[in-house]
């Protein structure tokens, strides 16, 4: 069961979303060839506690850690830890933030120094995506005009949906129903009403996209070990239309939707 919120709700999700968002441009700022992506957890964990906010993946189903850090061919969920970023890297980074109850979701691909043309067309794909897809986030459409336009960007630019990971709505939880799926028929699928929330997270490959776990029971790899990159919003479906709770500033492809 899809359990929406009031406007009151969206709006502490947005304040739990605000400081999501500063968490996300404080490492903006320290991801650069030479830092560990455990020194990039490290000041996530120390920037959300000093908003009084909690870093929601920390403990979650055992995952030890504030952020998620996958660079290059690391999809999702890598545990930060020792690995060194060097120039040329790319390193997904994905935070929850828990303020009041209420928890915010969202994830950004960093270039480390200069990245390859084939690296930063991914990015700019994957991000492109992202908007694309939470640009169908309004009362009366289908979760699947927001899987599809996700998939037709994707596709058009030659690159691969990771299919077997999905979004998710959010709210007290962090994983809460419906599945937002980062492929689909446009018109099918759930009716989005307003107050639903959904945590948008198109995670897209250069190569094929079928994936392997790896033995740390975590880290998500594309099989083919190509390049991987990995958006996400959090977004409330509104009667003004979507409404990014998570909305950062600085992007290749400037949209309507990078916030107020
Ligand atoms: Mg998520």
């Given at each position: 069961m899809i359990i929406r919120k009031t406007e009151a709700e969206v709006d502490k999700m947005a304040a739990a979303g605000a400081i999501l968002v500063r968490t996300l441009e404080m490492i903006s700022k320290k991801v650069?060839?030479?830092?560990t992506t455990a020194e990039l957890d490290e000041a996530a964990e120390k920037f959300i506690r000093s908003q009084?906010?909690?870093?929601?993946?920390?403990?979650?189903?055992?995952?030890?850690?504030t952020i998620c850090a996958s660079p290059n061919s690391m999809i999702v969920h890598g545990i930060p830890g020792p690995t060194v970023l060097r120039r040329g890297d790319i390193i997904s980074v994905d935070v929850g933030v828990t303020l009041d109850g209420w928890v915010a979701d969202a994830a950004r691909t960093f270039p480390v120094g200069a990245i390859s043309d084939e690296a930063q067309a991914l990015l700019v794909t994957t991000e492109a995506a992202l908007k694309a897809g939470a640009a169908?986030?309004?009362?009366?459409?289908?979760?699947g005009d927001v899987s599809n336009a996700i998939q037709s960007r994707v596709e058009a630019d030659g690159m691969s949906v990771v299919h077997s990971l999905v979004g998710h709505g959010v709210g007290r939880?962090?994983?809460?129903?419906p599945e937002v799926a980062n492929q689909g028929e446009a018109g099918t699928g759930i009716v989005l009403e307003e107050g639903t929330v959904i945590a948008i997270e198109p995670m897209v490959a250069i190569g094929g996209p079928d994936v392997t776990l790896d033995d740390d029971g975590w880290s998500v790899y594309t099989a083919d070990r190509s390049l991987a990159a990995h958006f996400e919003f959090t977004v409330a479906v509104t009667a003004a239309g979507?409404?990014?709770?998570t909305p950062w500033h600085e992007s290749k492809e400037s949209g309507d939707l990078d916030g107020s």
């Open positions: 650069r060839p030479g830092v009084g906010a909690i870093p929601t993946f920390k403990g979650y189903r055992g995952f030890p850690a169908e986030a309004k009362p009366g459409a289908r979760i939880e962090m994983h809460e129903p979507p409404r990014i709770l």
